[in-house]
């Protein structure tokens, strides 16, 4: 039987704009009120996609959010016609109105926790939609982010689907951006690391002082409990707090995971040392690559600027990897004389391929961001909804909806445009029929 790790990336949603509602996240708050381009994030996004397919990797799409999300409006008591409900949020409490109509849904690493059915004790795919309680704006997503996955995975003897954990700071998920997981090969038990930024039942244990720390080790167990994980093949790390202080709002800004390999930050973790031992040991006797960049090889402030760990490492058809970095790692003298060397050297990573997503980046989204990886066997692969499958008729079939509906620029001043949330729900309603995956939005209910 054939295995193989599917990405699945957030298409970037009608609304794309920059409010600077991610406290925590430099890109997010230095681009606050930017101008921004839908078409173009949308159109960026779908390039990567395309060009993974075109390197023979199974490549998925998923969904958008609604936005502006007007239920939410009401539930905030925002009353009257839709119409209404826009232009009374937008005048009298304009930083939730900018908060309902973000198209942060595109970073689907966010989206939820997945563990293959290597791993799992039923054999079955898990999922989780992460809760993203930390940010208001984020919190709006898992409800819709639980549906669009059971559309696209709707098979229950293949597929178990979870409810997001409870909607407290407590349980503070923030999905798959915290959880990398190692393996021999994608059909082999593998080691799910999952790595969380505080304790919150412990206040005596370290934790950043300036930015939050998003995910909470309890919530991290939870997911764990919930997917039918063992201790064997789990391990539980403490991101730096240190770094949560620099800008690392996640740990897939520091780290990044494929196989067997883990490519990170010499700051990135707590208690490294012993982690790294309990990695190995759970990993077995084939040894795993610890790649470490070292503080002198290139400081946390120029990987978060460059993204360098928000890059996807791909096993390629002859069994190298490659890393797909952001435009910003080529730009940055530092980080790109680090690549150019990393390549050489005796790992199994090869090549790097360098995309513009530049539209996504000035939020802080680059491309592992975008993506949500799910490893599936041939048959769970087959038991997928085929039309969130990327193809060259499909990546064409999104171009064109992209080009009838989105707009070239949207300021936050244009979010409170009537007119955008009428092509907001015509474009989803479309997209729900493009890939088949029947009513998911509330105005679809
Ligand atoms: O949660 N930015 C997102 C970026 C998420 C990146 N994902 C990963 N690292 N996996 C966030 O901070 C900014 C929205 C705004 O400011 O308009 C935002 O939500």
Same mark, same amino acid.
């Given at each position: 039987?054939?295995h193989?790790e599917?990405?699945?990336?957030?298409l970037?949603g009608?609304t794309h704009?920059?409010?600077?509602l991610?406290?925590?996240?430099?890109?997010?708050?230095?681009?606050?009120k930017?101008?921004?381009s839908p078409?173009?994030a949308?159109?960026?996004?779908?390039a990567?996609?395309?060009?993974?397919h075109?390197m023979?990797?199974?490549q998925?799409?998923l969904?958008?959010?609604?936005?502006?999300?007007i239920a939410?409006l009401?539930?905030?008591g925002f009353?009257?016609s839709?119409g209404?409900?826009l232009?009374r949020a937008?005048s009298?409490?304009?930083?939730?109105?900018q908060?309902?109509c973000?198209?942060?849904?595109?970073?689907?690493? #966010?989206?939820a926790?997945?563990?293959p059915?290597?791993?799992?004790?039923d054999g079955?795919?898990? +999922?989780?939609?992460?809760n993203? &309680?930390?940010? %208001?704006?984020?919190?709006?997503?898992?409800?819709?982010s639980?549906?669009i996955?059971q559309? =696209?995975?709707n098979?229950g003897?293949y597929f178990?689907?979870?409810t997001?954990l *409870?909607?407290?700071?407590?349980?503070g998920?923030?999905g798959?951006?915290?959880?990398?997981?190692?393996?021999?090969n994608?059909g082999? $038990?593998g080691?799910e690391i999952?790595?969380f930024?505080r304790?919150?039942f412990?206040s005596?244990? *370290?934790a *950043?002082?300036?930015y939050p720390?998003?995910q909470?080790?309890?919530?991290?167990q939870?997911i764990a409990?919930?997917?039918?994980?063992?201790?064997d093949n789990t391990v +539980? !790390?403490?991101?730096n707090?240190?770094?949560?202080d620099?800008g690392?709002?996640? #740990?897939? @800004?520091i780290?990044? /995971?494929n196989? #067997?390999?883990?490519?990170?930050?010499?700051q990135? %973790?707590l208690d490294t040392e012993?982690k790294?031992?309990?990695?190995?040991?759970k990993f /077995?006797?084939?040894p @795993?690559?610890?790649?470490?960049?070292?503080?002198?090889?290139?400081?946390v402030e120029d990987?978060?600027?460059?993204?360098l760990?928000?890059t996807?490492?791909l &096993? =390629?058809?002859d069994g190298?990897?490659?890393? !797909?970095?952001p &435009?910003?790692?080529?730009?940055n003298?530092?980080v790109?004389?680090y690549?150019?060397?990393?390549?050489?050297?005796?790992?199994?990573?090869?090549?790097?391929?360098y995309?513009?997503?530049?539209?996504s980046?000035?939020?802080?989204g680059?491309?592992?961001?975008?993506?949500?990886?799910?490893?599936?066997?041939? &048959?769970?692969? $087959?038991?997928?909804n085929?039309?969130v499958l990327?193809?060259?008729?499909?990546?064409?079939?999104l171009n064109?909806?992209v080009d009838?509906?989105?707009r070239d620029e949207?300021s936050?001043?244009?979010?409170?445009?009537?007119?955008?949330?009428?092509?907001s729900?015509?474009a989803?309603?479309?997209?729900?029929?493009i890939?088949?995956l029947?009513?998911?939005?509330?105005f679809?209910?």
């Amino acid at each position: 039987m054939k295995h193989v790790e599917v990405n699945f990336d957030g298409l970037v949603g009608p609304t794309h704009n920059y409010a600077g509602l991610s406290f925590g996240n430099v890109a997010s708050l230095s681009n606050a009120k930017a101008t921004s381009s839908p078409k173009s994030a949308a159109k960026q996004g779908l390039a990567k996609m395309k060009a993974l397919h075109d390197m023979g990797m199974v490549q998925g799409v998923l969904a958008p959010q609604e936005r502006p999300d007007i239920a939410t409006l009401r539930r905030l008591g925002f009353s009257g016609s839709d119409g209404e409900v826009l232009s009374r949020a937008a005048s009298q409490a304009p930083q939730i109105f900018q908060a309902v109509c973000s198209a942060s849904s595109m970073w689907t690493a #966010n989206a939820a926790t997945v563990s293959p059915g290597a791993d799992t004790a039923d054999g079955k795919v898990h +999922f989780t939609p992460a809760n993203l &309680t930390n940010k %208001f704006h984020r919190s709006l997503e898992p409800q819709t982010s639980g549906r669009i996955l059971q559309a =696209m995975f709707n098979n229950g003897r293949y597929f178990e689907h979870h409810t997001h954990l *409870p909607d407290n700071e407590h349980f503070g998920d923030e999905g798959a951006a915290n959880h990398t997981r190692l393996c021999s090969n994608y059909g082999h $038990a593998g080691v799910e690391i999952f790595t969380f930024g505080r304790y919150a039942f412990d206040s005596s244990k *370290p934790a *950043p002082q300036k930015y939050p720390a998003r995910q909470t080790f309890e919530a991290s167990q939870a997911i764990a409990r919930l997917h039918g994980l063992s201790d064997d093949n789990t391990v +539980f !790390i403490q991101q730096n707090p240190a770094v949560i202080d620099q800008g690392v709002f996640h #740990n897939d @800004v520091i780290a990044v /995971g494929n196989q #067997n390999v883990l490519f990170y930050h010499q700051q990135a %973790f707590l208690d490294t040392e012993q982690k790294f031992a309990e990695i190995q040991r759970k990993f /077995g006797d084939e040894p @795993v690559h610890f790649i470490e960049v070292s503080s002198n090889e290139v400081s946390v402030e120029d990987a978060v600027q460059t993204y360098l760990f928000n890059t996807q490492l791909l &096993t =390629m058809q002859d069994g190298h990897m490659a890393i !797909i970095a952001p &435009t910003e790692c080529q730009e940055n003298p530092r980080v790109a004389a680090y690549l150019a060397e990393l390549v050489t050297r005796n790992t199994p990573i090869r090549q790097v391929h360098y995309f513009d997503v530049k539209q996504s980046m000035r939020n802080g989204g680059g491309p592992a961001c975008l993506r949500l990886r799910v490893a599936l066997n041939d &048959t769970e692969l $087959a038991a997928v909804n085929p039309a969130v499958l990327m193809n060259d008729e499909l990546f064409a079939r999104l171009n064109q909806w992209v080009d009838k509906h989105y707009r070239d620029e949207l300021s936050v001043a244009d979010l409170s445009d009537p007119q955008l949330l009428t092509e907001s729900r015509t474009a989803l309603d479309e997209l729900t029929q493009i890939l088949k995956l029947g009513s998911v939005y509330p105005f679809q209910l």
